[in-house]
């Protein structure tokens, strides 16, 4: 008999592996096998990780995904999860790594874990972290905005619940996913009923259970239906809430019906007058989970054993349902403070996320700018370079442009001594010591000072012309007075020309010589 389970429990694991198409970035055979086992018979899955030794797991990597897996499957096999740190193991790996499928995954059951242990502002954080990693509309993406929809009813944030449960429907619909469509139609309609908004939950009931008739998942189905049938019975539609009651109770698997069905039923027949049935129906709900179920269930009771005329029992369950309703009133005042402060939780790090973005980004822009400098630098000083290399290169390397050009040349210093020495010098100097007062000067000054100009640097304009003959002799003019250190208010002055006419020369300059050039007459020299 053991040889024969062990056949088929290796028989299970070989069919995984083969239909499996979702394993590619698992390299460890055990953790491989676990992965395609996921996809097909989780409660198998979870028993076989269960049997991995943790030391066949030496890379951090591999325990990871082992970490991963094992979150995966014991969600899947619907058991409550009360510690974080084996899924904070991956979360921490896939943090630092590529892997953006993994990462979100880690994040995802990061937030399933928080919700089981009711940790409603980590569950939201981790969920809303799962959705920055990638836009992609895949059935995980539905998930986390349904569970986040889920959340949000807890906390009362309706309008956030309906926005939430909508996106999860939206790429289901475009998955063509007919269960998830229900599913999230479902939430749909959970949400709207709690917003007290019964026409939209019917809606979404309806819609949904449409879809889930298509599928084989009867147990969804009847929950669908006793949905339909509270908004109806809460609408005071008695008729129809008795009619869904039954095909709810009819067609849900035995021992799954929920007591909350139980609750409705006994409330419809409460209403119909048929008190025995109601009663059988009531009892029933008394010992369900929810404590909102249970008191409900005995203030109905007390209210119908007291119709008929049983005192003791209405008296019995009326002061059962008020102790209950201490316990709950309690839990509500404990749930409200647990609201604000998850608020500010929420507004907090919202802040945080904010500020640290408007840190990146201004050291983002920083960045930039410095990159811009330096990329501009050195373009410049490429320009200069292969300019230099260009001229040098000539049959005439002493007279090389860029080295006349330099304040260090001597022919430089030796024309710029020349003009110092000459009678036109004080013009010159008249112009820099009353630039600031816009003095103008005659004409015979200008044409003085111009001739002088032009004998003293006659060698570079030569190399000037003879290497940009398209420039005109008055730009030339304009280009040895840069050269010699005016600057664009003296020339101005010394060339009678308004500012704009000396930008217009300038950007005409531009145009007919090389960048590099252009940078060393002009350089640092603004208008």
Known sequence: ????????????????????????????????????????????????????????????????EYALLLTQAKDDNHIVQTHDSLIKSAVQYFQKNRNKKRKRQAYYYLGIVHRDMEQTTSAIISFQEALKITDKEDRLTALIYNNLSSLYQEQSFYDKAIQAAHKAYIISQKLDNKHDMAYFLRTLGLASRFANQPDSALHYYKDALKWIQTTLDRKLESFILSDIAHVYEQKGELDSAYHYINKSMQIAPEKEILASIFFVTGKVFHRLGQIDSARNYLSLSLDDANIHTRAASRLELSALEEKSGNIGKAFKYSQEYLSLKDSIDSNMKRRETAILINEHEIRTEAQRIAVFTMKQTAMIIAGIGILLILAIHFIRKYRKERLFIKYSSSADPVQALPTVLDTKDKKLQSSLAALHNSPSYAILEKVRKNEKRDIHLPAEEREELKETVLNSFSDIIAQLKRHYPKLTPDEVYCCVLYIIGCNSNQIRIIMCIESGALRVKRARIRKKIDPAIYDLIFSDKQL
């Open 1 to 64: 008999m053991k040889t024969k389970t062990i056949y088929i429990y290796y028989s299970i694991i070989f069919f995984a592996l083969l239909t499996s198409c979702q394993t590619g970035d698992i390299e460890n055979k055990l953790l491989l096998q676990a992965d395609s086992l996921l996809e097909v018979r989780p409660d198998s899955a979870l028993v076989f990780l269960n049997k991995i030794p943790v030391s066949e797991l030496p890379t951090e990597k591999e325990r990871a």
